[in-house]
């Protein structure tokens, strides 16, 4: 009865064995507490009130999350030295989240490096030289000794206080050594690459130093004919991968808060290869963001908190980790203990098993039994059960990810939220959606991919000079154009009547009392019972004499 009983209790570990975990984790600015010469300032040994101890607190919080996460192999941004690194392994290990094998950078002058740590055996090693200043961060390559092999690589590309220059140096830099590695090889690309996943949609005119060209989308080129490259995909290009973020709805795909502003600068990139169900391949539906309740603060992420010019040891990391899943297609493990060996002797291997084949990619819409709707009965419905066909719809505006389709001037007007960039203002399409929502009255698509491209239109014929006197008739979703007011305490006073003003973007200066602003372009919103008009657009919004 013993030997069946040990033999129920192992055999989870040669099932389990067929999986791997990767997670990826800026953490930070871990630094040592040892001077080396290259801290930033307030990260020198007893000063800023970083000491022995609160070095000794940001290594437990660390590790709470690394060993909460539980990954097999873990990508680190932001770790200043293999001494801060050992630190972290050993007390991982302390507190039972051992991790044996690790790597990191050593670019000489750098302030930080990035790092791995590893459940797994590790075969190979590498930093990928970027450039020769210390702001150009190496990138890491580790082979993982698997069957067959699985290669990782950790990114942390320049921030933003450079131009979008530098990060395409980055990626170039990543580019041309994917090239070089054997044909078949898998891998999966992790890291802080200070880009959001659809940067392009959204570079800002002082970062565009590239005419346009973006490293994460362009260079790594995730995005093809304007959106998002999925799972579903198979696109006719030599080189091109796959960013996880299209696995999660527009609305959900953030792991990075700067004063409230969300984004989704980490990401978790696979080869092609991963997705063909061959070798190893990922699981789909696995990709995520760890967000448990700790991580969090008065609404924005807990992080490592720095106040008053003092580090006071609380607080975790101004990031939160990513995760995907991916299995062994061919029933190998990832790894093998001397307990699996043992097992092999007692636990006889199947044979004949009949090969899966690959999920079929392309299958059409036309398969299932599809509901047919127009923008109008679109917008009765607050959610989807199923996926719909929206048919005859025009882009009357679009500003970065943000859209608004209607199919005529008195028609619903339904908002595509975060999710725009495939399609271009005064196009129109039908629309296969996925997910519909509202939001303070608003009529929301989040998910959805183009069906037909059906022609053009000339946006303006849908879009009517705003007169307040009409306040009441509009709709809500509804672009106006042509506003002019005093702006004071968040409304703005036009012929003797106020309307509440709400703008997605800020500059200083342009909204103080009395300012005389005009608004080219604004939608008609709702908020505590009253219409407002929301700006998204800092082209849309200007200061008049």
């Given at each position: ?537 800092l082209k849309d919004i200007r200061k008049e004499n």
């Amino acid at each position: 009865m013993k030997k069946i009983t040990i033999i129920l209790l192992l055999i989870p570990f040669l099932v389990l064995s067929q999986e791997l975990k990767i997670a990826t984790y800026n953490v930070d600015n871990l630094f040592d507490d040892i001077n080396n010469g290259t801290e930033y300032d307030d990260y020198k040994l007893n000063t800023h009130n970083w000491n022995s101890a609160i070095f000794k607190k940001k290594i437990k919080n660390i590790a709470r999350v690394i060993c909460e996460v539980d990954a097999d192999v873990i990508g680190l941004q932001e770790v200043e030295n293999q001494h801060a690194l050992e630190v972290l392994q050993k007390w991982l290990d302390r507190v039972g989240c051992k991790y044996r094998y690790s790597a990191i950078t050593n670019k000489k002058g750098g302030a930080i490096q990035v790092a791995l740590l590893s459940r797994v055996k590790i075969k190979r090693i590498k930093s990928i030289k970027v450039g020769l200043k210390s702001s150009n961060r190496d990138i890491l390559e580790v082979t993982l000794d698997t069957k067959p092999p699985l290669t990782i690589f950790v990114n942390h590309w320049r921030s933003k206080r450079a131009s979008e220059s530098a990060r395409v140096r980055d990626a170039k830099a990543l580019a041309r050594r994917i090239k070089k590695l054997p044909k078949d090889r898998e891998y999966i690309i992790v890291g802080d690459f200070n880009s959001r996943y659809n940067e392009c949609s959204n570079l800002e005119d002082k970062f565009n130093d590239t005419g346009g060209i973006c490293g994460i989308d362009t260079i790594l080129k995730t995005y093809y004919k304007k959106r998002l490259i999925t799972l579903d995909d198979k696109p006719n290009l030599d080189f091109y991968n796959y960013n996880l973020w299209s696995e999660l709805d527009p609305h959900k795909r953030w792991s990075y808060s700067f004063y409230g502003k969300k984004g989704a600068i980490d990401s978790i990139i696979i080869s092609p290869n991963l997705n063909d169900n061959k070798g190893w391949h990922y699981k789909k539906g696995s990709f995520g963001v760890f967000k448990k309740s700790y991580l969090f603060k008065r609404g924005q992420i807990n992080r490592w908190e720095y106040k008053h010019s003092k580090h006071t040891g609380y607080g975790y990391s101004d990031h939160l980790p990513l995760y995907a899943t991916f299995i062994n297609g061919k029933s190998e493990p990832k790894y093998e203990s001397l307990l699996d060996k043992f097992w092999k002797l007692f636990i006889p291997t199947k044979k004949g098993v009949k090969k899966l084949e690959p999920l079929e990619q392309n299958s059409t819409k036309e398969k299932q039994e599809i509901e047919v709707l127009d923008i109008d009965e679109l917008a009765k419905k607050s959610t989807l059960n199923r996926d719909v066909l929206l048919k005859d719809v025009c882009v009357v505006f679009k500003r970065g990810d943000i859209g608004v389709i209607k199919s005529s001037k008195k028609s619903s007007a339904i908002t595509l939220y975060r999710c725009a960039e495939p399609v271009e203002e005064g196009k129109c399409y039908d629309l296969w959606v996925f997910k519909k929502k509202r939001y303070y009255k608003i009529d929301e698509i989040t998910n959805f991919k183009i069906a037909k491209v059906k022609g053009a239109i000339n946006p303006n014929n849908f879009i009517e000079q705003f007169d307040i006197e009409k306040l009441d008739t509009y709709k809500i979703g509804d672009i106006v154009s042509n506003i002019r007011g005093n702006y004071k305490d968040r409304y703005l006073k036009i012929n003797g009547k106020e309307v509440r003003l709400f703008s997605k973007v800020k500059r200083r200066g342009l909204f103080k009392k009395g300012s005389k602003l005009f608004i080219k372009k604004a939608q008609i919103g709702y908020y505590k019972g009253e219409k407002e008009l929301i700006v998204y657009s800092l082209k849309d919004i200007r200061k008049e004499n």
